[in-house]
């Protein structure tokens, strides 16, 4: 199966900072990777898609990068509302389309 | 609106068996694949398995193959997960998630709120 790893497992920062949130992937997975937003009790929603596409109705301070291994979560400019941990997921070939284990935004 | 609403979870002993079920709303069920998805208690996200639109494809996590079974049906708008041989690490929030596709890629664009699995004496 295909290995996820995010970095980092968590970070300290402070509104308005720019974040920046890698996953990288054990084997090319071309562009086959999302990005999901999970907030404390809640079901994670869908930020990005196939690597770089904004899903319907996310925040353009959102934004994702990279092919093949390495990939990059871009929040511009942090907002209250975007403390929450994050995931990202490959969806290359068939099932089983593994997560990384997480990231995890919070209040310096 | 899109909607997913989980239930069937429970307390259940080890070796034990359980029935999740997804009814869905707002959209056209039978036009999308469907996955489970978990979170053990403080834990990150485990894929668990998916189905296909009309039922015939099916994937399932190591983990749980051979004793959990996906299955839909496209009348009653369900998804279901049969869990069987349930062991104290399959103690998770259990997700449905509606599944997406655009140029090749899929995503899980939908989920429901969760439905709590406990496994323990």
């Known amino acids: 199966d295909i290995q996820m790893t995010q970095s980092p497992s968590s970070l300290s920062t402070s509104i308005g900072d720019r974040v920046t949130i890698t996953c990288r992937a054990s084997?090319?997975?071309?562009?086959?990777l999302n990005w999901y937003q999970q907030k404390p009790g809640k079901a994670p929603k869908l930020l990005i898609y196939?690597?770089?596409n904004l899903h319907s109705g996310v925040p353009s301070r959102f934004s994702g990068s990279g092919s093949g291994t390495d990939f990059t979560l871009t929040i511009s400019s942090l907002q209250p509302e975007d403390f929450a941990t994050y995931y990202c997921?490959?969806?290359?070939?068939?099932?089983?389309?593994?997560f990384g284990l997480g990231t995890k935004v919070e209040i310096k | 609106q899109v909607q997913l609403v989980e239930s069937g979870g429970g307390l259940v002993k080890p070796g034990g068996s359980l029935r999740l079920s997804c009814a869905a709303s707002?959209?056209?069920?039978?036009?999308?694949?469907m996955s489970w998805i978990r979170q053990a208690p403080e834990r990150g996200l485990e894929w668990v398995s998916y189905?296909?639109?009309?039922?015939?494809?099916?994937y399932y996590a190591d983990s749980v193959k051979g004793r959990f079974i996906i299955s839909r049906d496209n009348a009653k708008n369900s998804l279901y997960l049969q869990m069987g041989s349930l062991r104290a690490e399959d103690t998770a929030i259990y997700y449905c998630?509606?599944?997406?596709?655009?140029?090749?890629?899929?995503?899980?664009?939908?989920w429901g709120q969760g439905t709590l699995v406990t496994v323990s004496s």
């Open positions: 998630a509606r599944g997406g596709c655009r140029g090749g890629s899929c995503y899980l664009d939908a």
């Open positions: 707002g959209f056209s069920f039978r036009d999308y694949y």
């Open positions: 189905i296909s639109r009309s039922g015939d494809t099916i």
């Open positions: 084997q090319n997975i071309r562009t086959f």
């Open positions: 196939a690597a770089s």
């Open positions: 997921q490959q969806s290359y070939n068939t099932p089983p389309w593994t």
